[in-house]
T-cell receptor, first 114, second 110 residues
Framework: DAGVTQSPTHLIKTRGQHVTLRCSPISGHKSVSWYQQVLGQGPQFIFQ???????GRGNFPDRFSARQFPNYSSELNVNALLLGDSALYLC?????????????FGPGTRLTVT | RKEVEQDPGPFNVPEGATVAFNCTYS??????FFWYRQDCRKEPKLLMSVYSSGNEDGRFTAQLNRASQYISLLIRDSKLSDSATYLCVVGVDSNYQLIWGAGTKLIIKP
């Protein structure tokens, strides 16, 4: 079975632009979570979606938004990019919502904002 | 104070040695606990969940102390392949958040 896939793998954007990152979960997984990881830090929780609804949101500004589609894939959108948004964006899928299941991560999208 | 704190290391340890990591968390409402492993420029992968009674998986042993709000990971007979960053993760189910420590870097030397 395929693991979690993310696209694109790398992206370079300029300040003020917007970006859309995509994630496909493992087949049978209904929950998708998004994280931001900067070098030397652990992942920071952005969103959790389950059954197409937002179930949890981390401490990120409204410039960050996401959605989940009927096939459980997900998009993360970031508007008005700032230099500080440069990071590795990780998507993780799990069978259920919440914080008790193992999370399976995709390889990430490395975003550079110049 | 960070919600989940870990010693960043690096821990430089000879092959075959035993190494222990600790992690403290601040939210007493935390309900789930994990150790993940992250290799350089790779995604995190679950090493083990941590249960109140403690649990062991081969050379790895995890302990949870709810009263003192810390989690530990013990690696016995360390291998070169154990070199990685070990991330402590704490879950608060009320807001669906997993809170991650910054990780402890482990380097096993031959």
């Amino acid at each position: 079975d395929a693991g979690v896939t993310q696209s694109p793998t790398h992206l370079i954007k300029t300040r003020g632009q917007h970006v859309t990152l995509r994630c496909s979960p493992i087949s049978g997984h209904k929950s998708v979570s998004w994280y931001q990881q900067v070098l030397g830090q652990g992942p920071q929780f952005i969103f959790q979606y389950y059954e197409k609804e937002e179930r949890g949101r981390g401490n990120f500004p409204d410039r960050f938004s996401a959605r989940q589609f009927p096939n459980y894939s997900s998009e993360l959108n970031v508007n008005a990019l700032l230099l500080g948004d440069s990071a590795l964006y990780l998507c993780a899928s799990s069978r259920r919502q919440g914080v008790f299941d193992e999370q399976y991560f995709g390889p990430g999208t490395r975003l550079t904002v110049t | 104070r960070k919600e989940v704190e870990q010693d960043p290391g690096p821990f430089n340890v000879p092959e075959g040695a035993t190494v222990a990591f600790n992690c403290t968390y601040s939210n007493s409402a935390s309900q789930s606990f994990f150790w993940y492993r992250q290799d350089c420029r790779k995604e995190p992968k679950l090493l083990m969940s941590v249960y109140s009674s403690g649990n062991e998986d081969g050379r790895f042993t995890a302990q949870l102390n709810r009263a003192s709000q810390y989690i530990s990971l013990l690696i016995r007979d360390s291998k070169l392949s154990d070199s990685a960053t070990y991330l402590c993760v704490v879950g608060v189910d009320s807001n669906y958040q997993l809170i991650w420590g910054a990780g402890t870097k482990l380097i096993i030397k031959p």
